[in-house]
């Protein structure tokens, strides 16, 4: 909660100048011979602007000079969310313009490169100066930007770089929230409001993945395309290179290298395609034991290889493919069937913060768990995290932070081109990552309003242009008999919650209404089906027999009736199955969540409830029998 007058909180976000900061491409700051990186982490200098029109800060002008000599700040670490790190419910519970600031040097002999200035996530709407003057400004959470700054900085002294960040949700945003006024000054203070959120988790603000500075020749590579095909045991890789800076003819040569290092196949051309003989494949690790997640590495050299201003980048890649039929999920022409979870990137003080320990653990209960496939529910997750994906063999269904829309005005104009914009940004940031292999372009809109016919017919459409090469879906809470955007996906994703927010405590009717409902969407659709959550809030510690909501039991037994099902129609069109969720996270205050979402297998510290166990030996059974459906046969060199 917080006070602000009128609505000139949203109008301050509104009537800023969207701004496209960046050229074509994305590409992940990797050192090499020609580029270097600088971390700006660590403590930046904080403060929220608890002025009653929330503009204080511009008003003054704080990007002016130090925030330390406006007024008073605290030390606030980067990356990770503001809101629980300090011991203030103010700032716990802030919605509005958050300022950070901190200092930076610029090498000197960076002076003669391209410098870039980049943030790898910051919720929401960020504006970025550098010692005083505005930079960029970019509209949205979990995915980077970045823009050049030579011409803003100095090699002689320090620089500052500060930045404005807004964590207010409206319509038009996404997710999309609105903020309710009270001006009943009886019962309320005055300028009193209240963010309302539209999605099941707490809106953490903050910059929350790293941010960097790094360098690149003049003429640098900007952006990398792979798409990949298999031919008995050939792999064929296809590559598009795009050049920036400085224009002209520009020459540059390919190679490939496995994971030894050795070239395995080359081109002197920025665009083409390389054939490999006997390659290895990229699979997920409950299909070939022997060498899950390979990958080979692109090495681009763009400029002469004899000369100085040459720009080196690798890139890792995967061969594999991925195909929707009528009834089955194929990688490398052979059935995939999905057993795994929903996440969220959530975490004790840090909030969504990168945390590389997190990441570590998390993958190490996910492959305890045996869980060979996670959704990044519900928005982009950090690249190291979908990096560890791609390098441990496991799938992921990579999501867009369309959560929420359930409201006519979040299907209008701006929310249409807002929503294609972010499809974009996450396309040319994950595309060239073999672990995703579906984009989730939201999490169950309101798609039985006929608005949600075109407008996912756009996204999804939209989507698909940019990448033809994997499905494309979204995860639908509706009906079958009166579904507007399902016509237009690949493959059904369904959320279902029978004997939880139905019929609460009934394990009864979970087959009969579970088998039912999947039938009916399996005749009308002949699409391949999953079940994309289902589950039950426990306590951890809490046990009751028989088994009653909230414990440990009730979770064991609920999630034993939809495996049934699941299995009855594993062989036929269900393809997969994430449960709800991974692990607990924080929510929004209310009377029904008490310190957050409890449906996970783990403690929000990880540690494994009784229902871990269970689908422990659920999946590990899976990974193991050669009865299973996984009728995985290697081709000759994989």
């Not at 002016?64 to 700032?91: E, H, W």
């Not at 083409?272 to 409950?286: D, Q, S, V």
């Not at 928005?379 to 990096?387: G, T």
């Amino acid at each position: 909660m917080a006070r602000v007058a009128g609505s000139v909180l949203i109008l301050g976000l509104c009537c800023l100048s969207p701004a496209s900061v960046w050229g074509k491409g994305m590409l992940f700051p990797r050192d090499s011979e020609s580029r270097q990186i600088r971390n700006l982490d660590g403590m930046w200098n904080f403060r929220i602007d608890t002025s009653s029109n929330r503009n204080q800060g511009f008003e003054q002008k704080w990007f002016s000079s130090p925030l330390q000599q406006s007024g008073p700040v605290v030390t606030m670490p980067v990356p990770s969310s503001y809101n629980d790190v300090l011991a203030d419910k103010t700032i716990r519970d802030f919605v509005g313009w958050a300022w950070y600031d901190r200092e930076f040097f610029v090498p000197s002999d960076w002076m003669n490169k391209r410098v870039v200035l980049r943030f790898e996530s910051a919720h929401y709407y960020s504006i970025v100066y550098v010692n005083s003057q505005q930079v960029m400004t970019h509209n949205g959470g979990h995915l980077p930007f970045e823009v050049e700054i030579n011409q803003y900085v100095n090699a002689n002294g320090p620089n500052r770089v500060t930045l404005a960040l807004n964590n207010t949700l409206t319509p038009d945003t996404l997710p999309p929230g609105t903020v309710r006024y009270e001006t009943d000054t009886n019962r309320y203070p005055a300028g009193y409001f209240v963010q309302n959120v539209q999605m099941d988790f707490f809106n953490y603000g903050g910059i929350h993945r790293h941010v960097r500075i790094y360098s690149t020749p003049k003429t640098y590579i900007d952006d990398i395309t792979i798409t990949t095909d298999i031919q008995d045991t050939t792999g064929i890789v296809r590559y598009e290179v795009t050049a920036g800076g400085q224009p002209g003819f520009v020459a540059g040569e390919v190679a490939i290298l496995d994971k030894m290092g050795n070239v395995v196949g080359s081109k002197q051309s920025l665009n083409g395609t390389i054939e490999i003989p006997n390659a290895n494949f990229w699979w997920p690790y409950t299909m070939n034991t022997s060498s899950p997640g390979y990958q080979y590495t692109l090495k681009v050299t763009l400029g002469q290889s004899t000369t100085n201003d040459k720009d080196v980048y690798r890139l890792p890649f995967g061969i594999r493919t991925v195909n929707m039929t009528t009834n089955q999920w194929l990688i490398n022409n052979q059935p995939f069937y999905c057993h795994g979870v929903n996440k969220h990137e959530d975490a004790d003080i840090r909030g969504k913060g990168l945390d590389y320990a997190l990441i570590a653990r998390d993958f190490s209960m996910l492959k305890w768990l045996g869980a060979n496939c996670f959704r990044t529910s519900h928005y982009p997750y950090a690249e190291e995290i979908l990096d560890q994906a791609s390098e441990q063999g496991i799938v992921i269904i990579d999501e867009s932070p369309g959560v929420g829309i359930t409201e006519l005005d979040n299907f209008d104009n701006a929310s249409l081109s807002h929503h294609m914009e972010v499809m974009g940004e996450m396309v040319r940031r994950d595309k060239n990552k073999p672990a995703v292999l579906v984009w989730s372009v939201a999490n169950e809109p309101r798609s039985g309003l006929s608005a949600a016919g075109p407008y996912f017919k756009s996204v999804i459409g939209h989507t698909r242009s940019l990448d033809p090469t994997r499905p494309v879906t979204f995860v639908c809470n509706n009906d079958y008999e009166d579904d507007f955007a399902i016509p237009y996906v690949d493959i059904i994703l369904i959320n279902r919650y029978y004997a939880w927010y139905s019929d609460n405590g009934h394990t009864e009717v979970i087959q009969l209404q579970l088998d039912w409902d999947l039938t009916n969407w399996r005749k009308k659709y002949n699409k391949p089906i999953m079940v994309s959550e289902y589950g039950a809030d426990t306590i951890a510690g809490l046990h009751r027999e028989p088994s009653f909501v909230f414990s440990e039991e009730y979770q064991v037994d609920f999630m034993s009736e939809y495996h049934q099902i699941f299995d009855k129609h594993r062989n036929n069109f269900f393809v997969g199955e994430l449960v709800w969720n991974f692990a607990d996270f924080m929510t929004v205050q209310g009377i029904t969540r008490v310190n957050g979402n409890r449906k996970g297998l783990l403690s929000r510290q990880r540690e494994p409830k009784a229902s871990a166990h269970l689908l422990r030996k659920r999946y590990m059974a899976m990974f193991n029998s050669t009865a299973a459906d996984q009728t995985f046969k290697p081709c000759s060199g994989v």
